[in-house]
């Protein structure tokens, strides 16, 4: 209850800017996610700009836009979740990251070949192709994909197709994210 009136508290005054260091580190697992979902929902609604201070990236993917990365007091990386995650600036980050799941994270957009690509490689698109956006996370793909052998066609946000992903796209995708 004390970090609910002490989110509550810092929101009252209305700040530019809110600084939260390690809000949610001493909280049981349970009452962490409630408060990581609250803190979510709030800040698309208030629109306020967070700085964030955590040591989990667990946390700092899911409730960040754009991450940075530090060692010894220096930036190593910065970038949203999924450029973290999908390109990692050196081996201290993709040890850093080796363990996250990709599924929520991972967007079709990071994965797709383009359209000219696959069609030379397996030919022609199947006119029933599955379809979905270039935002839609790799755990709605997968999901998509488990009902059909077809690939699937991505479009953009102006409805435009710019690209395809095989399930042969998607297992290397989810590969890529497993501890060696």
Do not use: C, W
């Not at 993917?61 to 991450?67: F, L, S």
């Not at 799941?101 to 359209?115: C, T």
Request: charged share 30%; glycine share 4%; hydrophobic share 40%.
């Amino acid at each position: 209850m004390q970090q609910r009136v002490g989110l509550a508290r810092a929101l009252a005054a209305d700040p530019e800017i809110l600084l939260m260091d390690e809000p949610f580190s001493a909280l049981d697992p349970l009452i962490r996610r409630q408060l990581q979902k609250e803190f979510i929902k709030l800040s698309k609604k208030l629109k306020k700009t967070t700085v964030f201070i955590t040591h989990d990236l667990d946390e700092a993917v899911k409730v960040g836009h754009r991450i940075a990365i530090m060692r010894d007091g220096k930036v190593i990386q910065i970038g949203t979740p999924e450029e973290i995650v999908m390109n990692p600036e050196d081996d201290y980050v993709a040890d850093f990251v080796k363990g996250i799941s990709r599924l929520e994270v991972v967007k079709a957009k990071s994965i797709m070949k383009p359209i000219d690509e696959f069609s030379k490689n397996y030919g022609a698109i199947p006119k029933d192709a599955i379809r979905m956006t270039e935002n839609d996370d790799l755990s709605s793909l997968i999901e998509s994909s488990v009902a059909s052998d077809k690939p699937i066609v991505i479009s953009n946000k102006n409805g435009q197709d710019v690209g395809v992903v095989s399930q042969k796209d998607l297992l290397v995708s989810i590969v890529e994210g497993q501890d060696e």
